[in-house]
């Protein structure tokens, strides 16, 4: 299965700042997600990002708040922009393998203060 | 859209067996998923059902139930590492470009004791 290298691990931010996470993945894939999973909440998907094209938000997500790149098949950043202390949580990228099976990042647990 | 229902917290003992259930609704099913989740780490794939039925795979079954929107995950000889978040995710069709992406329960936290 693929193998997602995710960076930073953890940061802890001041509000007004911004913070972009890395998603590098050992193989080429089409469609790679952004999460984001609250402190006892479930995942949540932000946005889909392929590769030659923008990305696609999910209701509640905008792209000044959360802008995407995707350079190439293997890699993918998001920014947290201004961030808020409402923007601390776990965020994850993922790359769905096959017909079935997502495989995620270790995450980014991002405090914001 | 998905309405994805599982129990918030579970408590086993090491050695039984536990079943967590996840019901769902919705407009187009094309999948349901299972992951576990330990503290402060990123959910690794467990099963996948699309037909009805029961998928087993060692210690863990999955089954599938599409005309009653349900689904488990039974967990034999529990062990204490099998202390985690198990969550239930469910696909369906329609979502933009169809790439059918799942969408996620908020996951059932199983406490295995001694």
Redesign the interface.
């Known amino acids: 299965s693929a193998v997602i290298s995710q960076k930073p691990s953890r940061d802890i931010c001041q509000r007004g700042t911004s913070l972009t996470i890395q998603c590098q993945v050992d193989s080429q894939v089409t ?1 790679m ?1 952004w999460y984001r999973q609250q402190p ?6 932000i946005a ?1 990002a392929n590769q030659g094209s923008e990305a ?1 938000y999910e209701s509640g997500f905008v792209i000044d708040k959360f802008p995407i790149s995707r350079p190439n098949l293997t890699f993918s950043t998001l920014t947290v922009s201004n961030m808020s202390p409402e923007d601390s949580s776990i965020y ?1 990228c993922s790359v769905v393998e096959g017909t ?8 980014t ?1 991002l405090t914001v203060v | 859209g998905q309405n994805i229902d599982q129990p918030t917290e579970m408590t086993a003992t090491e050695g039984a067996i536990v079943q967590i259930n996840c019901t769902y609704q919705t407009s187009g099913f094309n999948g349901l998923f299972w992951y576990q989740q330990h503290a402060g780490e990123a959910p690794t794939f467990l099963s996948y059902n699309v037909l009805d039925g029961l998928e087993e795979k060692g210690r863990f079954s999955s089954f599938l139930s599409r005309s009653k929107g349900y689904s488990y995950l039974l967990l034999k000889e529990l062990q204490m590492k099998d202390s985690a978040s198990y969550l239930c995710a469910v696909r369906d069709e329609g979502k933009a470009g169809g790439s059918y992406i799942p969408t996620f329960g908020r996951g059932t936290s199983l406490i295995v004791h001694p």
């Open positions: 469609m997600f006892g909440q479930s995942l949540t998907l889909t696609t994850l079935h099976g997502y495989t995620f990042g270790s995450g647990r």
